[in-house]
């Protein structure tokens, strides 16, 4: 079992800056991969980040390339998005998920074993 923890949400004005982090506990020695997904009211589950724990490989969503940025921190079991130049559509819940079988970072959420409990990010004009 993963679990994992996500903080650092909360309320930015468009332009603005906000990272988020994902704690990992548990059998995290069994986590290949991390991403982001993202859920805004009345849509469905949107990839945005991922990362290979081991190589730290990364891959992006279409929509955030180039303005959010993945990362890990080993000896902490952390992940973390780093989410520059907010946009309204940015406002969603957040949600940090792993996978401990996968040898590539998988875009669809149902490719994903453990998730978080999500955090808020709003984006005000």
């Known amino acids: 079992q993963v679990q994992l923890v996500e903080s650092g949400g909360g309320l930015v004005q468009a332009g603005g800056s906000l990272r988020l982090s994902c704690a990992a506990s548990?059998?995290?020695?069994?986590?290949?991969?991390m991403g982001w997904f993202r859920q805004a009211p009345g849509k469905g589950r949107e990839f945005v980040a991922g990362i290979k724990w081991r190589s730290g490989s990364t891959y992006y969503g279409d929509l955030v390339e180039g303005r959010f940025t993945i990362s890990r921190d080993n000896a902490k079991n952390t992940v973390y998005l780093q989410m520059n130049n907010l946009k309204p559509e940015d406002t969603a819940v957040y949600y940090c998920?792993?996978?401990?079988?996968?040898?590539?970072?998988?875009?669809?959420?149902?490719?994903?074993?453990?998730w978080g409990q999500g955090t808020q990010v709003t984006v005000s004009l």
């Open positions: 548990g059998r995290t020695f069994s986590t290949a991969v």
């Open positions: 998920a792993a996978d401990p079988s996968k040898s590539y970072i998988p875009r669809y959420a149902e490719n994903y074993g453990y």
